[in-house]
């Protein structure tokens, strides 16, 4: 069975205090990464989708990083606004669906 | 990005009723969509996979006649909640699959409250 957890459970920063998020994954053939945002009350905003091991993505303030077993979601220079749940979720070979971690939620203090 | 939009995005009914959510990919044709639930400061739990023109795939454990899908076309999938009890109170979240394996974007969500 497909599994990702994500660590910490949450994250407690101040502002442009730089920090990283990890997402675990035990997939049998990854097909694909992806990491959301989730603001409270509201469905997630997709972020990054990450492929293959060694692949980088970057927007913003934010870069996720992919290995064989983990990926992580850096956070640079973080502001207020970066507060946020933040899901990772992984899609393995044998169907589309995406297994999620329960999250990392994230609060910058001004 | 892609829009999903979801409708409604609140619900208040009373228990025993039925209440429908509507799912639409507004820019794109997602030939999948999915439904999700999410209990406070928990993760997404797929309910089931709705695939257009065909009956949905239900999740382990959840119920089909509690929880009717319908995906009539390529933009719109609705969730009907039947005879809802509180127990079936929740935040409901629906995606739409963009490409084979590609990102899926989702609604804003739907609270639901069952008095």
């Known amino acids: 069975e497909d599994q990702v957890t994500q660590s910490p459970e949450a994250l407690r920063l101040q502002e442009g205090e730089s920090s990283s998020l990890n997402c675990s994954y035990t997939?049998?053939?990854?097909?694909?990464l992806f990491w959301y945002r989730q603001d409270p009350g509201k469905g997630p905003e997709f972020l990054f989708t990450l492929y293959s091991a060694g692949e980088e993505k970057e927007k913003e303030r934010l870069k996720a990083t992919l290995t064989k077993k983990e990926s992580f979601l850096h956070i640079t220079a973080p502001k207020p606004e970066d507060s946020a749940t933040y899901l990772c979720?992984?899609?393995?070979?044998?169907?589309?669906?995406?297994?999620f971690g329960a999250g990392t939620t994230v609060t910058v203090r001004a | 990005g892609a829009v999903v939009s979801q409708h409604p995005s609140w619900v208040i009914c009373k228990s025993g009723t039925s209440v429908k959510i509507e799912c639409r990919s507004l820019d794109f044709q997602a030939t999948t969509m999915f439904w999700y639930r999410q209990f406070p400061k928990q993760s997404l739990m797929l309910m089931a996979t709705?695939?257009?023109?065909?009956?949905?795939?239900?999740e382990q454990g959840v119920e089909k006649d509690k929880f009717l899908i319908n995906h009539a076309s390529l933009t719109l999938s609705t969730l009907t909640v039947t005879s809802a009890h509180p127990e079936d109170s929740s935040f409901y979240i629906c995606?739409?699959?963009?490409?084979?394996?590609?990102?899926?974007?989702f609604g804003e969500g739907s609270r639901l409250t069952v008095l």
């Open positions: 709705s695939n257009e023109g065909s009956k949905a795939t239900y």
């Open positions: 979720a992984a899609a393995g070979l044998n169907d589309y669906k995406l297994s």
């Open positions: 997939v049998s053939g990854l097909r694909g």
């Open positions: 995606s739409a699959r963009k490409g084979v394996v590609g990102e899926l974007f």
